[in-house]
């Protein structure tokens, strides 16, 4: 898979990525599967990936201002 970005190949990568999820509600997972870019670091999350993403941050408490959660498929 090439980068959109640059050009340069894709590779599978684990990162940990920040969600806003509401005006004062911040949710950071953990070890997410993502397409990383070694040249530009551009990233990509595939479809499925997304969805279980969705699923997450629909169950998270949205009176706390950080939630840090370990990414589960």
């Known amino acids: ?10 590779q599978p990568a684990r990162s ?3 969600f806003k999820v509401s ?6 997972l953990k070890q997410l599967p ?10 990509l999350i595939e479809d499925h990936v ?12 949205r009176a706390a201002e950080l939630e840090i959660i370990r990414f589960a498929a």
């Open 1 to 10: 898979m090439k980068c959109a970005v640059c050009g340069a190949q894709l």
């Open 16 to 18: 940990d990525l920040p």
């Open 23 to 28: 005006e004062q509600t911040i949710v950071i």
């Open 34 to 43: 993502v397409w990383q870019c070694g040249n530009c670091a551009q990233y």
């Open 50 to 61: 997304l969805r279980r993403v969705d699923e997450i941050l629909a169950g998270v408490d």
